[in-house]
């Protein structure tokens, strides 16, 4: 039988009545996961950033994306912070605790990137990527961590890194540095807390679809330039990056912690090896 738009995706193990909150999930990939879950039957906790220069944007992506959870009939919250304020981290937490009845998977979504040569990139610009990407990631992390162990239940944190924890980005220095940062946090409190039934693991997406490429998704010739270094040569769709998230997130994925996978269409395989050479 062939498989249509229409027809319901298989469920994943495990997944359906899980509280799932995803940070910076209101467009793009953590859009795609929230929709992704609540197709499995999860409830969602959809985080959105409060700023008063993006209300108009940001209002704009949490209905549609509200709207596209909802069909499912599953529940859903929104609830505001900035992940890189600690005590909104904390309150997003709670309020998400009090109106889903408790959370049993992170998915630490929220991102930014500053593009400046690194010899012109200010402090104050580093600290604002890595405020969000990397210190967000750990106060979101920290937070479910602290609920679980007191409801002694398990749990699973997902941190959206990128190929670029691996892969050199030259002029987005605080962005490479927070996704390498990330890694070896996602590693470091997936040992931590094992015995504890907490598992954690990343997914690191390559070069995808989402608002925030628009630049050269849109433009032929760049999009060109960013498909001619991967191996499967097309961009990746944030609702492909949302699957695997799901899957990490379910009980087929209970015997995997520590481990990022990278949805990359192979772009971690050092394609410029792809044709033999020699120096003979």
Same mark, same amino acid.
């Given at each position: 039988?062939?498989?249509t738009?229409?027809?319901?995706r298989?469920?994943?193990?495990?997944?359906?009545?899980?509280?799932?909150?995803?940070?910076?999930?209101?467009?793009?990939?953590?859009? #795609?996961?929230?929709? @992704?879950? *609540?197709?499995?039957? +999860?409830?969602? /906790? %959809?985080?959105?950033?409060? $700023?008063?220069?993006?209300?108009?944007?940001?209002?704009?992506?949490?209905?549609?994306?509200?709207?596209?959870?909802?069909?499912e009939?599953?529940?859903?919250?929104?609830v505001?912070?900035?992940?890189?304020?600690?005590d909104?981290v904390?309150?997003?937490?709670?309020?998400?605790?009090?109106?889903?009845?408790?959370?049993?998977?992170?998915v630490?979504?929220?991102?930014?990137?500053?593009?400046?040569?690194?010899?012109?990139?200010?402090?104050a610009?580093?600290?604002?990527?890595? #405020?969000?990407n990397? @210190?967000? *990631?750990?106060?979101? +992390?920290?937070? /479910? %961590?602290?609920?679980?162990? $007191?409801?002694?239940?398990?749990?699973?944190?997902?941190?959206?890194?990128?190929v670029?924890?691996?892969?050199?980005?030259?002029?987005y220095?605080?962005?490479?540095?927070s996704?390498?940062?990330?890694?070896?946090?996602?590693?470091?409190?997936?040992?931590?807390?094992?015995?504890?039934?907490?598992?954690?693991?990343?997914?690191?997406?390559?070069?995808?679809?989402?608002?925030?490429?628009?630049?050269?998704?849109?433009?032929?010739?760049?999009?060109?330039?960013?498909?001619?270094?991967?191996?499967?040569? @097309?961009?990746?769709?944030?609702?492909?990056?949302?699957?695997?998230?799901?899957f990490? $997130?379910?009980?087929?994925?209970?015997?995997?912690?520590?481990?990022?996978?990278?949805?990359?269409?192979?772009?971690?395989?050092?394609?410029?090896?792809?044709?033999?050479?020699?120096?003979?």
């Amino acid at each position: 039988m062939t498989v249509t738009e229409t027809e319901p995706r298989m469920g994943m193990r495990g997944v359906k009545g899980k509280n799932v909150l995803i940070t910076g999930g209101t467009s793009g990939i953590g859009q #795609a996961m929230a929709v @992704r879950f *609540a197709e499995q039957g +999860a409830n969602v /906790a %959809i985080n959105y950033v409060r $700023a008063a220069e993006e209300a108009e944007e940001t209002h704009e992506q949490v209905h549609a994306c509200v709207r596209k959870v909802r069909e499912e009939g599953v529940r859903d919250v929104l609830v505001g912070a900035d992940v890189s304020n600690e005590d909104e981290v904390v309150g997003m937490v709670a309020e998400t605790v009090e109106r889903l009845g408790g959370i049993d998977v992170l998915v630490n979504n929220a991102g930014i990137q500053i593009s400046r040569p690194s010899h012109e990139l200010s402090a104050a610009d580093f600290d604002k990527v890595l #405020a969000v990407n990397l @210190r967000g *990631a750990f106060l979101c +992390a920290r937070e /479910a %961590i602290r609920h679980f162990l $007191a409801e002694q239940k398990p749990g699973s944190i997902i941190n959206v890194s990128s190929v670029h924890q691996r892969i050199p980005k030259p002029s987005y220095l605080g962005y490479s540095v927070s996704k390498g940062g990330m890694q070896n946090m996602t590693t470091t409190l997936a040992l931590e807390y094992a015995a504890h039934g907490i598992r954690v693991n990343a997914i690191g997406p390559g070069a995808t679809v989402t608002p925030i490429n628009r630049a050269w998704i849109d433009d032929p010739v760049k999009r060109e330039m960013v498909t001619a270094h991967i191996p499967i040569p @097309r961009a990746g769709e944030a609702d492909e990056m949302a699957g695997v998230a799901c899957f990490l $997130a379910s009980d087929d994925a209970a015997y995997i912690t520590g481990q990022t996978l990278f949805v990359d269409g192979g772009l971690t395989l050092y394609p410029s090896f792809r044709e033999p050479w020699s120096s003979e």
